[in-house]
């Protein structure tokens, strides 16, 4: 009896465990890219702060490759929104160049797949995982979110090209699921063997080529181009991360900021090379800067010598000069253990490039392309590198960031000028014993304080609200704080056609060769007809015929520095300036009221940087006939003036 009881409970036993099975992962309904974010544990952080408290957290990202095609270069978008500062990251790193890990990703940050970046499919792995899928544990500080409360991103996407990701659903509170499909409507160019990635586009490319390489060491060459017709560099910066203690042993072309072999006489590097002598070593920094050559290295046997190198960190928009709009450098790197054989190549990370007064430039993760070829200049077959990789770059605006340059407007009909916007290049957090308003709006100016530095300006501004019986605001507004400043002035306006005048301003010591300016005039560009002093003409942009570009003409496209006025003590420096009168025609553009706002542009650009333009326009008013209060008033201000 008891042994029949004992059979019963054990069948019912194993019927009740065969019958609970656990359900399926949610992968396991997934054709395509599976990502899963889990958050897996956190702590308080010292100090206390009640209002902005720390938190360690880690957390685990899964990247897994359902798909029937190969998953190449993942990349990974994270929308981190607590104030994230990154510790660290396994198997991955930040593909954006603009952070290294440590660092802050709060705004959100895209993961690359670093050492391996490409995830093959179950049919060509018989469904082994390891080669299928990989996984990122993430270590950081966030800011606020303690506990019950979970800290999670507000979002998780595939990034690749081709793919399109639904709105990420919830297991829980720890974890965010999506799946990612291939995009039945992407159109795709790949023209090369499926082994590599096809090329992309962009605004500034970065080839990373390996020419020779040896069991310890190897060459590469580094090609930077422009592509974007109004982007360009002065005095280009380009750093990256070495990521296997790599160190620069020599460069040809270009030149570490830093000469320093310190980190590696005292590091793992001394220790295996331990009979090279590090004297001639030129850098071991973990993330190196490397700077371009002036023009008289061009030639140099030891630094030069290199197609495109040696132009001063000047590279220039296709739409100026083509042949310059290219920069390229060699260099040595020696590689650590266990990389010592030829065929291990590990390019480095986390690219980002800058310039003087440009444009920002976001990187992506260097991605694995068919191998370029370089041309023989004798005519036979080009040589082929061993390996290549590609970054694309392409002109963004960091958040919070400030322009470096403005715009000043004014008109015939108006004697006063509409200045730059206060703060238009930012303000200096700490102000000091400066009393100045970071919000009132810049005051109006007369035309002969447009060459008078802002310090120089407070007079003259003061006493012409005083004339216009404009209110003077206390305290007074800060300065535009831009290097660089334009004013776009109208100059007449008739039946057949108009005419501006455009005057540059360099505030600075350093003076701009090659400069360019470009200008959309939404309205009013297809009337454009020529510059007087300028290099100037119509430039058609994503099909739109609505900008005009703009250069010194050859021999007069220096755009020289401030310099002291003819008597230092008393007078204000004067700044570098250039001019051009511009004629339109309305037999193109019927109906365009010039006046109204049609003959003001509604973007500007300098040497590709965008610009900060007037919140308002000049307008008529009362200033086409001068009453006879003006008149007075003008007088007066002659004898301020002449007091001053």
Same mark, same amino acid.
């Given at each position: 009896m008891l042994s029949t009881l004992s059979l019963l409970l054990l069948l019912l036993l194993t019927t009740t465990i065969t019958t609970a099975q656990p359900p399926p992962p949610a992968? &396991?309904?997934?054709?395509?890219?599976?990502?899963?974010?889990?958050?897996?544990?956190?702590?308080?952080?010292?100090?206390?702060?009640?209002?902005?408290? $720390?938190?360690?957290?880690?957390s685990t990202l899964r990247i897994l490759n359902n798909a029937a095609e190969e998953l190449k270069s993942w990349r990974v978008f994270v929308g981190f929104q607590h104030d994230e500062y990154l510790v660290s990251a396994s198997n991955a790193v930040v593909a954006d160049g603009s952070v290294s890990?440590?660092?802050?990703?709060?705004?959100?940050?895209?993961?690359?797949?670093?050492?391996? *970046?490409?995830?093959?499919?179950?049919?060509?792995?018989?469904?082994?995982?390891?080669?299928?899928?990989?996984?990122?544990?993430? +270590?950081?500080? #966030?800011?606020? +979110?303690?506990?019950?409360?979970? =800290?999670?991103p507000r979002n998780i996407s595939l990034v690749n090209d081709g793919f399109v990701c639904p709105r990420p659903t919830m297991q829980g509170t720890r974890v965010m699921n999506v799946c990612c499909t291939k995009d039945p409507n992407a159109v795709t160019n790949d023209t090369v063997a499926d082994e590599f990635l096809r090329r992309q586009t962009g605004d500034?490319?970065?080839?990373? &080529?390996?020419?020779?390489?040896?069991?310890?060491?190897?060459? *590469?060459?580094?090609?930077?181009e422009n592509h974007s017709p109004l982007g360009r560099l002065d005095n280009w910066n380009l750093t990256w991360d070495w990521m296997r203690d790599e160190f620069i042993n /020599?460069?040809?072309? *270009?030149?570490?900021?830093?000469?320093?072999?310190?980190?590696?006489?005292?590091?793992?590097?001394?220790?295996?090379?331990?009979?090279?002598?590090?004297?001639?070593?030129?850098?071991?920094?973990?993330?190196?800067?490397?700077?371009?050559?002036?023009?008289? %290295?061009?030639?140099n046997t030891k630094w030069g010598m290199i197609p495109f190198c040696c132009r001063n960190g000047t590279i220039l928009a296709p739409?100026? /000069?083509?042949?310059?709009?290219?920069?390229?450098?060699?260099?040595?790197?020696?590689? @650590?253990?266990?990389?010592?054989?030829?065929?291990?190549? +590990?390019?480095? #990370?986390?690219?980002?490039?800058?310039g003087r007064l440009n444009p920002d430039?976001?990187?992506?993760?260097?991605?694995?392309?068919?191998?370029? +070829?370089?041309? &023989? =200049?004798?005519?036979?077959?080009?040589?082929?590198?061993?390996?290549?990789?590609?970054?694309?770059?392409?002109?963004? #605006?960091?958040?919070?960031?400030?322009?470096?340059?403005?715009?000043?407007?004014? *008109?015939?009909?108006?004697?006063?000028?509409?200045?730059?916007?206060?703060?238009?290049?930012?303000?200096?957090s700490g102000t000091g014993s400066r009393t100045c308003s970071t919000t009132a709006p810049a005051m109006f100016l007369p035309a002969q304080a447009l060459l008078v530095p802002f310090e120089n300006r407070t007079a003259l501004s003061t006493a012409w609200a005083s004339i216009q019986r404009r209110t003077i605001p206390n305290p007074l507004p800060c300065g535009d704080n831009c290097g660089v400043s334009l004013n776009w002035h109208l100059l007449t306006d008739y039946r057949g056609g108009w005419t501006a005048r455009i005057t540059l301003f360099n505030w600075d010591e350093t003076s701009f060769a090659d400069w360019f300016v470009a200008m959309e005039m939404d309205k009013s560009a297809?009337?454009?007809?020529?510059?007087?002093?300028?290099?100037?003409?119509?430039?058609?942009?994503?099909?739109?015929?609505?900008?005009? !570009?703009?250069?010194?003409?050859?021999?007069?496209?220096?755009?020289?520095?401030?310099?002291?006025?003819?008597?230092?003590?008393?007078?204000?420096?004067?700044?570098?300036?250039?001019?051009?009168?511009?004629?339109?025609?309305?037999?193109?553009?019927?109906?365009?009221?010039?006046?109204?706002?049609?003959?003001? $542009?509604?973007?500007?650009?300098?040497?590709?940087e965008e610009c900060a333009?007037?919140?308002?326009? =000049?307008?008529?008013?009362? !200033?086409?006939? @001068?009453?006879?209060?003006?008149?007075?008033?003008?007088?007066? !201000?002659?004898?301020?003036? %002449?007091?001053?």
């Open positions: 992968s &396991d309904s997934c054709n395509g890219i599976f990502l899963s974010y889990t958050y897996t544990s956190g702590s308080k952080l010292p100090p206390d702060q009640p209002t902005n408290q $720390p938190y360690r957290f880690e890990i440590p660092g802050r990703v709060g705004n959100g940050t895209v993961f690359a797949g670093f050492p391996n *970046a490409d995830l093959k499919t179950a049919i060509e792995t018989a469904g082994d995982v390891n080669q299928m899928s990989v996984r990122v544990d993430l +270590v950081g500080t #966030q800011f606020g +979110v303690g506990a019950p409360d979970v =800290p999670m500034l490319t970065i080839m990373y &080529d390996v020419i020779r390489t040896y069991e310890s060491s190897y060459w *590469a060459e580094v090609t930077i /020599d460069i040809k072309g *270009a030149h570490p900021y830093t000469r320093d072999s310190t980190q590696c006489i005292f590091g793992p590097q001394g220790a295996f090379y331990h009979k090279l002598d590090f004297s001639n070593v030129l850098n071991c920094e973990r993330r190196p800067t490397i700077i371009d050559l002036p023009l008289e %290295m061009t030639n739409t100026m /000069d083509p042949s310059k709009s290219k920069s390229a450098f060699q260099l040595e790197v020696y590689k @650590m253990p266990p990389d010592l054989n030829r065929s291990e190549l +590990v390019p480095p #990370q986390n690219f980002k490039i800058s430039y976001k990187c992506g993760p260097p991605v694995r392309v068919s191998p370029s +070829v370089f041309p &023989d =200049p004798s005519g036979l077959p080009g040589s082929t590198a061993v390996s290549s990789w590609q970054v694309v770059c392409n002109i963004t #605006q960091a958040k919070g960031s400030s322009p470096r340059c403005c715009v000043s407007f004014s *008109a015939y009909f108006n004697e006063s000028i509409i200045p730059c916007p206060t703060c238009a290049c930012g303000c200096p297809p009337g454009f007809e020529k510059a007087y002093s300028f290099n100037a003409s119509a430039l058609e942009l994503n099909g739109v015929n609505d900008t005009i !570009f703009m250069q010194g003409l050859p021999g007069l496209n220096y755009l020289v520095g401030e310099v002291d006025g003819n008597n230092p003590k008393k007078d204000p420096r004067v700044p570098g300036k250039q001019q051009s009168v511009i004629s339109f025609t309305k037999k193109l553009t019927p109906g365009i009221n010039v006046a109204g706002g049609d003959g003001f $542009p509604t973007k500007v650009f300098f040497n590709g333009l007037p919140r308002v326009l =000049p307008t008529s008013g009362s !200033f086409r006939v @001068m009453s006879r209060a003006v008149v007075s008033g003008v007088v007066a !201000f002659i004898i301020v003036v %002449m007091l001053i």
